[in-house]
């Protein structure tokens, strides 16, 4: 069983993480992860914090010689904005008069109302400081190392950003092959394929950032190379779209997310929903469309699982909607706080790393075992089965 946490406040001394459950023997490579956390800083749109970090792993436990050990894995991201916050954070004695960084205007969409009045707290700062999406580098790193057994049986995943607010790419952009995902310029403003939508993204954003508001949007994550069989039909909580959906809402700002044709398929009739099957020289069973986003009956087909997530704009606006002080009840605006004005190719970084995670522990289920070695055996067995049947 492959399970995940993650600890820290966005302004604390750093992010940690722990993965317990990956076997022993896996190649862990260092720049990989970090590659990828520094994937996660990108995007046109993100706010000044990003000008302050560089997000670098620090492994702390489960690996030796660059190899797992099958022992927890832990690390830790250091927040460089930590030395501007340590007396702000409680961490140092603060001097009398000095700021202590306290929110009482809650911010309408964030956590702040209900977080305070959850855990009784008389500061928004409690709350919002692991609220922050600051949490998704660990996630991200997280995901990297799921990733890097993943990838080691062929399992690779890529985003691309669709839509951001009104601004979406061609229709010719929609359905992009996995190759063609994995070949867009991590460096590209926004990590969209079409480069003409790409500049009308960019100019919403400059006229969001302009008016004091935000946007959000939506991307595709795609995994190739997936076995028929991760997940299963036999019981309700162990379908891999539930623990897909799950994963995918737990990402800050995600409202929705569809696999396949989602959406879609509730308008259209079952003829051009469902994927025929067929059956080749080269392949004992194959399709020649993927509707279904790579899952039917709560397990994956063997086709690319294609995920779409739908992000909200970030609550934290230049022009704040009403709000009431959580002390005086006085109606207020919703703090300011320094934020992004969009994070959407970031989020896409962040949902690979989700996906990731849940293939890994999908995957462990079906082919688990404490050491690398097992795992090889029990995959090559199951190409031999895939193979003959
Ligand atoms: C983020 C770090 C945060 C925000 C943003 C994402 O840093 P700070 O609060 O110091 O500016 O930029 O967080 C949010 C959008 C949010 O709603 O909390 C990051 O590392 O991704």
Redesign the pocket.
């Known amino acids: 069983m492959l399970r995940f946490m993650t600890a820290g406040e ?2 604390g001394k750093g992010l940690i993480g722990i993965l317990e459950g990956l076997p022993a023997g896996l190649g862990v490579d260092e720049d990989f992860i970090d590659r990828e956390l520094g994937r ?2 990108l995007g046109y749109g ?5 000008k302050i ?1 560089r997000d670098r792993i620090e492994i702390l436990s489960g690996v030796r010689h660059a190899e797992t050990l099958g022992s927890p894995l832990s690390f830790l991201i250091a927040n460089r ?1 930590w030395e501007n916050w340590t007396s702000a954070m409680g961490a140092a004695p603060i001097a009398e008069g000095a700021d202590r960084r306290e929110v009482t205007r809650p911010r309408p969409g ?1 956590a702040d109302l209900a977080g305070v009045l959850k855990y009784r707290r008389g500061d928004v700062r409690d709350v ?1 400081e692991r ?4 949490e ?2 660990a996630r991200v790193a997280g995901g990297a190392f799921a990733r890097l057994l993943l990838d080691r049986y062929g399992i690779r995943i890529g985003s691309h950003v669709l839509a951001v607010g009104p601004e979406r790419v061609g229709p010719e952009f929609e359905q992009l092959p996995l190759e063609r995902i994995l070949r867009l310029d991590p460096a590209s403003p926004l990590r969209a394929a079409d480069g003409e939508a790409e500049g009308r993204m960019k100019a919403a954003i400059d006229r969001a950032r302009g008016g004091g508001d935000t946007l959000g949007g939506t991307v595709e994550v795609v995994a190739g190379g997936v076995p028929p069989g991760l997940g299963t039909h036999i019981q309700w909580d162990l379908r891999l779209d539930g623990w897909i959906a799950q994963a995918m809402l737990s990402i ?1 700002s995600a409202k929705a997310c569809e696999i396949g044709c989602g959406l879609e398929s509730a308008r259209t009739p079952g003829s051009g929903v469902h994927d025929a099957i067929y059956s080749g020289a080269d392949k004992a069973f194959f399709r020649r469309t993927n509707r279904a986003g790579g899952i039917e009956g709560g397990m994956s087909n063997g086709e690319e699982i294609r995920v779409r997530v739908f992000f909200k704009p ?3 606006l230049g022009r704040p909607l009403a709000s009431v002080d959580i002390r005086s009840r006085e109606a207020s605006e919703g703090a300011l ?4 004005v969009c ?1 959407v190719p ?1 989020a896409g970084v962040v949902a690979e790393a989700m996906l990731g995670l849940v293939l890994a522990r999908a995957f462990l289920e079906k082919f688990g075992g404490d050491a690398v070695a097992e795992i090889d055996a029990r995959w090559a067995e199951y190409g031999r089965h895939l193979g003959s049947v």
């Open positions: 966005s302004h996660r800083q993100r706010g000044g914090r990003m970090e904005d964030h919002l609220a922050s999406a600051r998704t580098a800050p970030i609550p934290t706080e320094r934020s992004d994070a970031a």
